[in-house]
């Protein structure tokens, strides 16, 4: 009698596990990955490798590219970290848009067909990592830190802090979410035809210190970008603010700038106040 139950008891545990393991199988499929191939070091010609990776419901495009790098072709180039939209290291053309590989799920897109290929408007270094010296460059042009000098550390034993009110940090706290993943200057037409257009990551980061009231160089970062190679070579497109993924909009950054620049809006932010004390020493 016991091992008659006992027979009962695996056969159920045996169905159990099949019933499982169905689920579990209707829950993968197949996609074909379409990789961009080049190395400029080696061979100026460019072509797709395609690749058949398993993935599931949860995948996103990063785990089925390192999918097809950890078991089909250990040489593709790529390049990424946090996983989770922070870093910006993973962006990359997914079937004709620019896209976070790392925040687009396999789901999300159209068919099982997933193309991969590098941002354009950066230089390739190899397969899908690109050149983002200039991208760089223009960040850095734009001064991205507080002009005040109230703001250096002179004494160490003393800290100095400014008081800002919920509405003033509402005025660039949107622009400060800029993770610096280079998508909307891979979608701008402008930077296309102008390398010396510092793009619209750097123009709305540009903003974003003219709005902080903690910042006292407005005029002076006015000076940067006024020029035919500036602000001005922005045509308003509109695409960067698209394929943003953390909802900075550039656009609306640049049109605020413009504002400034034409005296629609008024350069008379009020500064922020500071306070100073003494650090107790231990």
Not at 75 to 101: D, E, F, Q, T, V
Request: charged share 25%; net charge positive.
């Amino acid at each position: 009698m016991t091992a008659l139950l006992n027979i009962k008891t695996r056969r159920k545990k045996l169905e159990r596990d099949e019933k499982k393991e169905s689920t579990l199988e209707s829950s993968r499929k197949v996609v074909h990955l379409r990789v961009y191939r080049k190395n400029p070091k080696q061979d100026k010609s460019s072509h797709f490798d395609k690749f058949e990776v398993p993935v599931q419901r949860w995948s996103t495009v990063l785990d089925a590219l390192l999918h097809a790098k950890g078991y089909l072709d250990k040489s593709i180039a790529i390049r990424y970290s946090c996983r989770m939209a922070s870093c910006g290291s993973c962006g990359m053309k997914i079937n004709g848009i620019p896209r976070l590989a790392c925040y687009t799920k396999v789901s999300e897109i159209d068919g099982n067909i997933i193309t991969c290929e590098p941002l354009p408007n950066f230089p390739v270094i190899r397969d899908l990592v690109g050149d983002f010296s200039d991208f760089f460059e223009h960040h850095s042009a734009m001064e991205p830190f507080i002009h005040n000098q109230n703001a250096d550390i002179v004494d160490e034993n003393r800290l100095t802090e400014f008081i800002q009110t919920p509405e003033d940090v509402e005025n660039y706290l949107q622009f400060s979410y800029c993770i610096k993943c280079g998508l909307c200057y891979s979608a701008c037409p402008s930077v296309g035809s102008d390398t010396r257009f510092p793009g619209p990551q750097a123009l709305a980061q540009a903003y974003r210190y003219v709005a902080d009231n903690r910042d006292d160089a407005t005029q002076s970062r006015l000076n940067i970008v006024d020029n035919k190679h500036g602000i001005w070579r922005c045509h308003f497109a509109g695409s960067c603010s698209v394929v943003c993924p953390k909802g900075v909009d550039p656009a609306l950054g640049i049109q605020l700038l413009r504002g400034h620049l034409v005296n629609f809006s008024k350069n008379d932010k009020k500064l922020a106040e500071s306070r100073t004390r003494n650090l107790g020493k231990t």
